[in-house]
């Protein structure tokens, strides 16, 4: 056996360094690059060999674990899942602020391979810094909290675990039916131990991504269910982004005169401007999908998970049937659905090409409700604080605006703000966003001029994800202008990737909607009888001992500037118009502080979503929204 003697994370390097990804017959290197924070769990061991030779992977350092492991996920979910990214941090905290980003990229789907150090697999040196120690077993290390939210966890304890460990990574790393964090703890004594590693193993890998093909029986059961439908409607989910499908959904959706509603992962597969296309369906959808959605007598999901916030919690669409394409076996059945398991793309077109002359029985239903929310989002754009105003979000906080109003000196309403920002911004700029109350407006809102150009998070909707999202998302599209639409809240979170994108040269723009507040919370509390508690950013009263004082400000233009950042304070709408356009000339980062009125965002569209309210309460407006629940919950599927 021919062998080569190397360190076992010199021998990781090689080997990542050598696997590629096969998709329509075209090759592709698979792992571009490593975010690195380096400690004493990695820094001489794979740090080492990342100096020595790190072949033609890429080094990027991060400023934060879990910022930079977001800027890997957000990476991979804009290239696809045909390329990815992989992180290495040190053992203990900085292998735990992983955590979170394992998560999010499970929850979506999306491929990471996360290198933690871990503890001495000699256990000579115990307890190490960072050994947490736990007294029933001493196997136990941080690592070990990755196990719950990795599609695939390993632990290379000896130098020729690796071979096997690295092998099953890439098996999952590359499945398109069940991705997510691969997670491989190196255990610091390990990554620097020598071994005589087989030269087969760093031979050129090319891992094809298959397109699955579907049984003929599942044709003829879809074909059969959708000819005995009048009005289906097609949910277009993020697996339509990644089987790059969008064309045979369109020629689909056009054959049969099909309309469809987007998912936030699918949503800008298909431009917005596309007359069969809904918009966002769901809790955070619009009127159109909406309404078609409630009245369609078969749902066809195709690549969706189907999450609370596409069915409504179950309640949109409950009566209709549900045909699914999916990929996965497990997203398939959700629903209790008629299931096609195979790739969105060859799905499509084997159920196209046996349906024949079947047509659906939409009149103008579907343009007509398209206007109507045309008309709808020419009034969420126009709208303007004044005299008498009625915010969208009304009745919870409608006598303290005049106060957010003096003391942001600014008048601006959430939706004119996005409006606008989708008006001056290049068609192939991308938005990214996750978390807040934005999610929901751009969902709704944000018109997609050009394909794969919206960037949501929201199969964990992670706070912070935003702007390590969009240095991620400008690493795999650098010719485009991208912007980060973040809330107050998420950019306290995380925004430190902010200072790589500066580091790195990678123009990323983050545009900033300061409402003083955990927003969408807020209006969630109040929606369901509570008060406002403990979620708008006011200072700790010392006359009531609550959070209930002079509403806080914070000057973020001035804080990013110090870090080198292009940043502009936005009070009105032209000052807006002046700073967005100044920022597509800047070729640093930028960042917009853009100061807007509470509850002056979007409101939820004939959908319902289903939370845990209180069953027990003093308190009226609580016992009222526990019952508006229950009646909600006993029209919405049971499961
Ligand atoms: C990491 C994380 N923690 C908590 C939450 C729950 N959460 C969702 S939105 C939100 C507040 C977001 O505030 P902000 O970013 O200012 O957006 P706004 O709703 O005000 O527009 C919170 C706390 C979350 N999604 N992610
Ligand atoms: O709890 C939440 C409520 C949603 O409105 C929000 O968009 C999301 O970030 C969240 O976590
Ligand atoms: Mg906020």
């Given at each position: 056996m021919n062998s080569i003697r190397l360190t076992t994370a010199q021998a990781l390097v090689r080997f990542l360094n050598a696997q590629y990804v096969e998709f329509d017959g075209k090759q592709e290197r698979f792992i571009k690059g490593i975010f690195t924070i380096f400690g004493h769990g990695n820094v001489v061991g794979l740090g080492q060999a990342l100096e020595e030779n790190p072949g033609d992977l890429e080094v990027y350092q991060g400023r934060n674990e879990q910022g930079m492991a977001n800027a890997a996920m957000a990476f991979a979910k804009q290239k696809h899942r045909k390329q990815i990214m992989a992180c290495t941090s040190s053992v203990g905290p900085g292998a735990a602020n992983m955590v979170t980003s394992a998560a999010t990229a499970t929850a979506n789907n999306i491929p990471v391979l996360l290198l933690p150090g871990d503890v001495f697999a000699t256990r000579q040196p115990d307890p190490v810094l960072q050994q947490i120690e736990q007294t029933h077993n001493l196997s136990i290390s941080t690592n070990d909290a990755f196990r719950a939210v990795s599609k695939y966890w390993d632990r290379?304890?000896?130098?020729?675990?690796l071979m096997s460990a690295m092998l099953n990574a890439m098996r999952v790393l590359t499945n398109p039916a069940d991705t997510g964090a691969v997670t491989i703890g190196l255990p610091q004594d390990v990554q620097g131990e020598a071994w005589n590693f087989p030269v087969s193993f760093f031979e050129k890998r090319v891992h094809r991504i298959e397109r699955r093909q579907p049984s003929l029986e599942s044709i003829k059961d879809a074909v059969k269910l959708i000819q005995s439908k009048k009005k289906p409607l097609l949910i277009l989910g993020g697996g339509v982004r990644y089987s790059e499908a969008a064309d045979a959904l369109v020629e689909f959706s056009e054959r049969f005169n099909i309309p469809f509603g987007e998912t936030q992962a699918g949503k800008s597969a298909v431009e917005s401007s596309h007359p069969l296309n809904l918009g966002g369906v769901g809790v955070t959808g619009n009127l159109a999908a909406n309404q078609i959605a409630k009245d369609a007598d078969l749902i066809i999901g195709v690549g969706t998970r189907f999450t609370d916030f596409t069915t409504g919690s179950k309640h949109l669409f409950a009566e209709a049937d549900v045909l699914t394409i999916n990929i996965s076996e497990f997203h398939a059945a959700k629903l209790d659905a008629v299931k096609v398991v195979a790739d969105a793309k060859v799905g499509l077109n084997a159920i196209s090409e046996e349906l024949g002359p079947y047509k659906t029985a939409y009149e103008s239903e579907i343009t007509d409700a398209k206007q109507a929310w045309q008309r709808e989002l020419n009034r969420l754009y126009e709208i303007k604080y004044g005299e008498g105003f009625k915010p969208e979000i009304a009745g919870q906080l409608d006598d303290k605006l005049p106060e957010y109003v003096e003391v942001f000196g600014s008048q601006l309403t959430q939706t004119s703000v996005l409006g606008f920002v989708n008006h001056l911004v290049d068609d192939h700029a991308i938005v990214v966003g996750a978390a807040g109350s934005l999610p929901g407006d751009l969902q709704r809102m944000w018109v997609s001029k050009t394909r794969n150009t919206y960037h949501m998070e929201y199969g964990y909707s992670c706070m912070g994800y935003e702007i390590a999202g969009a240095l991620g998302v400008k690493l795999a599209e650098p010719e485009r202008e991208v912007y980060a639409m973040t809330g107050d809240g998420s950019y306290l979170m995380l925004h430190t990737e902010l200072v790589t994108s500066l580091q790195e040269g990678k123009k990323i723009n983050v545009v900033l909607f300061d409402n003083s507040g955990f927003g969408c919370i807020n209006n969630l509390q109040m929606g369901n009888g509570m008060g406002s508690f403990g979620t708008e950013f006011r200072k700790r009263n010392p006359e009531t001992g609550k959070m209930d004082g002079n509403i806080m400000t914070i000057d973020f233009a001035k804080v990013a500037e110090g870090y080198g950042v292009k940043t502009y304070s936005v009070r009105t709408l032209e000052e807006l118009k002046a700073a967005l356009v100044d920022a597509k000339n800047q070729t640093v980062s930028t960042l917009i502080d853009i100061k807007v009125l509470p509850k002056t965002m979007s409101d939820g569209y004939d959908s319902w979503w289903n939370v845990g309210v209180a069953e027990v309460s003093e308190k009226e407006s609580i016992q009222q929204a526990f019952e508006d629940k229950k009646i909600n919950l006993d029209k919405a599927r049971t499961y």
């Open positions: 290379v304890s000896r130098p020729e675990q």
